[in-house]
């Protein structure tokens, strides 16, 4: 069992950055991969971010690369994403989610947190 809980979210201007993190509790984190999805109303659950626990190997969506960094912090249990340059189609509930399976897929994820809501202002 893994416990996710994200932290973070709130209310920036166009062109503003937010960093969410995500607190992470279980058994055997080091078996997950950990992701970051993001949801915005009236659209499907879609990947931001992941990396692997162990070896760091991180994955992007292509299109949010050079804004949003995806890290971890293994002595802390805890992943973030560091997201630049907000824009206003960034507004959404941001979901922290772990994975034994794939990576880019909402479908190969087991566990995940409550959700954190980011709102970019124009």
């Known amino acids: 069992q893994v416990q996710l809980v994200e932290s973070g979210g709130g209310l920036v201007q166009a062109g503003g950055s937010l960093r969410l993190s995500c607190a992470a509790s279980g058994r055997a984190l080091s078996n997950y991969h950990m992701g970051w999805f993001r949801q915005a109303p009236r659209k499907e659950r879609e990947f931001v971010a992941a990396i692997s626990w162990i070896g760091g190997n991180k994955y992007s969506e292509d299109s949010l690369k050079g804004r949003f960094t995806i890290s971890r912090d293994n002595a802390k249990n805890a992943l973030y994403l560091q997201m630049n340059s907000l824009k206003p189609e960034d507004t959404a509930v941001y979901y922290c989610?772990?994975?034994?399976?794939?990576?880019?897929?909402?479908?190969?994820?087991?566990?995940w947190g409550q959700g954190t809501q980011v709102t970019v202002s124009s």
């Open positions: 989610a772990a994975s034994t399976k794939g990576i880019r897929s909402p479908i190969f994820y087991d566990y």
